[in-house]
């Protein structure tokens, strides 16, 4: 056996370094804080029913398969995923309902009916971000990144030339307008850029590879939900002799210089050889680092934060067979949503709604004449805009009354609600924030917490707030890049 890592929390990230680093014959211990592992990819049970707390869509779902492929398993053997068709409904207060297909040939037929003038444009579209994807892949998301001096090395030399076409310097939102005519389909693929909490007004035109993430790989769901992705992952874990403490917070960071020398977990020191944080990064520094004599990068401490979420989770009465496992119910002023969330950081007055039931691709999560709805909005990173609880139930009465402008009137039998102020704490991410800084400039890619802690000579970071950013691929990704990083010393 040779070095011992201690890996800072068991969310996608730290799983995902401990089973690679393990893989390559590091002694590995998990501190979570929490009762359970997975993190942001959580679940709760209610009268029978279960509701995701996070995630609700898996794409990229070959990274997932990799990682077990590298264990010497198949993900098939431990998991059941399906493809959700159409990846998601879209609705608009006039009534235009829009379905977007991960197959190619039903999405193409779905815009030549929904937005004709655009079908031309739009198949395109789907060919240039195609091949923004593949020409940003290896740089942005499945290689270590070191800021701008990576993107103009000599091993990425082909991209400065395509600095324009990669849409650095425009926003997603220009880039959309300039192509399409309809407002409709512009604000379905403006849309794409909250996936990472960033704003499409602000945000650069490179985030249109997402899209092609979730169109050209689709959108998948396990069969019982998505915290069977966690179990998996635990079990793998463990199989492997990586060693999982729960309930066991890291307090507290002990220096000698610039290398970490201990770990105070649950008032124990422990002493430190290679170290891997998966708390977002920010609060890694303002919490353990900064009190242990390691000042936070300026940089980072401006960054924008990225949004935040309001979760409602419902138990409604089942009236009728239901078709869209995700649904989106646009707001009639997006701008205004997005002056709202980043500019005066208050609660969108006309909020999107999304709407996951997952009982519609597995049955067994809900009973029998209802339904398990999961409705998420936007939400600033200002937690404690969140501490009045009068205030958090008019809002969700507000996001109810919203629902019936697309004549949603649903029963309601019983309503738990998760705030920025829940995240926060729960999982550990400063204001809320679900994927740490926000994309909202063109710096922003090569503005991200790199893996290796630049200054502390053994800390790696991992997880949505650090390169290659957040969503269950990205972070996944992150735990085997430092896991190459690391074996590399
Ligand atoms: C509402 C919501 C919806 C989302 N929807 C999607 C989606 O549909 N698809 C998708 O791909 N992604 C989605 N995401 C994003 C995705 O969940 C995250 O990007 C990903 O799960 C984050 O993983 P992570 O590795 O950053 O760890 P996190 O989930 O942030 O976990 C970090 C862990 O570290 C622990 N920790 C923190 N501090 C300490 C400490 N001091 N000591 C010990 N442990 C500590 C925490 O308790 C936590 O368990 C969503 C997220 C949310 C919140």
Same mark, same amino acid.
Request: net charge negative; glycine share 16%.
């Given at each position: 056996m040779r070095h011992h890592v201690q890996v800072i929390g068991a969310g996608l990230g730290g799983l995902s370094a401990a089973i690679h680093l393990r893989l390559k014959g590091y002694d590995v211990t998990i501190f979570e804080k929490n009762h359970e592992p997975g993190g942001k990819l959580s679940r709760r049970y209610d009268a029978g029913h279960y509701f995701d707390l996070g995630p609700t869509v898996l794409t990229m779902p070959f990274v997932l398969e990799e990682l077990f492929k590298a264990a010497g398993e198949r993900l098939e053997d431990h998991i059941t995923l399906h493809p959700v068709e159409p990846t998601c409904r879209y609705y608009w207060s006039d009534g235009t309902a829009f379905d977007a297909w991960g197959e190619r040939e039903k999405l193409l037929e779905e815009v030549a009916r929904c937005f004709p003038e655009d079908v031309n444009e739009f198949r395109r579209f789907l060919g240039d971000i195609a091949r923004l994807y593949e020409a940003t892949k290896d740089v942005f998301l499945f290689s270590p990144f070191r800021g701008v001096r990576e993107f103009f090395s000599l091993r990425n030399a082909r991209l400065a030339p395509m600095l324009g076409s990669l849409g650095f310097t425009q926003t997603v939102h220009r880039s959309l307008e300039r192509r399409f005519h309809s407002p409709k389909l512009i604000q379905f693929l403006d849309r @794409?850029?909250?996936? %990472?909490?960033?704003?499409p007004y602000s945000a650069p035109a490179t985030l249109n590879v997402i899209p092609h993430v979730e169109l050209a790989f689709g959108a998948w769901y396990p069969e019982g939900g998505m915290y069977r992705i966690v179990e998996v992952l635990t079990s793998l874990a463990e199989s492997l002799g990586v060693k999982i403490h729960l309930?066991? +917070?890291? +307090?507290g960071v002990g220096c000698e210089g610039k290398r970490i020398t201990s770990l105070t977990v649950n008032g124990v020191r422990e002493s430190s050889n290679i170290v891997i944080s998966n708390v977002d990064a920010l609060r890694m520094w303002k919490h353990l680092l900064d009190p242990a004599g390691l000042p936070i990068p300026t940089r980072l401490e401006r960054e924008e934060r990225s949004c935040s979420g309001f979760l409602m989770l419902a138990t409604v009465e089942k009236v009728g067979e239901r078709e869209s496992h995700h649904s989106i119910f646009f707001s009639d002023h997006y701008r205004q949503e997005f002056n709202d969330l980043f500019e005066t950081k208050s609660f969108p007055s006309e909020m999107t709604i999304y709407r996951s039931v997952s009982s519609v691709s597995d049955l067994s999560l809900t009973v029998e004449g209802e339904e398990n709805w999961y409705l998420l909005v936007n939400a600033p990173a200002? /937690? +404690?805009? @969140?501490?009045n609880r009068v205030r958090v139930e008019k809002y969700s009465e507000m996001v109810l009354r919203r629902l019936e402008a697309f004549n949603q009137h649903p029963t309601v039998r019983s309503l738990s609600v998760m705030t920025p102020l829940d995240i926060e704490e729960r999982y550990a991410s400063l204001d809320g924030?679900?994927?740490?800084?926000?994309? %909202?400039?063109? @710096?922003s890619a090569f503005m991200r917490q790199g893996n290796k802690v630049k200054g502390v000579e053994n800390l790696y970071m991992v997880g949505?707030?650090?390169? /290659?950013?957040?969503?269950i691929p990205l972070v996944l990704l992150s735990g085997k890049i430092v896991a190459q990083m690391v074996e590399s010393l």
């Open positions: @794409f850029a909250t996936y %990472n909490g960033s704003s309930s066991s +917070e890291v +307090e200002r /937690p +404690e805009l @969140f501490a924030a679900i994927y740490g800084s926000a994309s %909202n400039s063109i @710096f949505g707030s650090v390169h /290659p950013g957040g969503g």
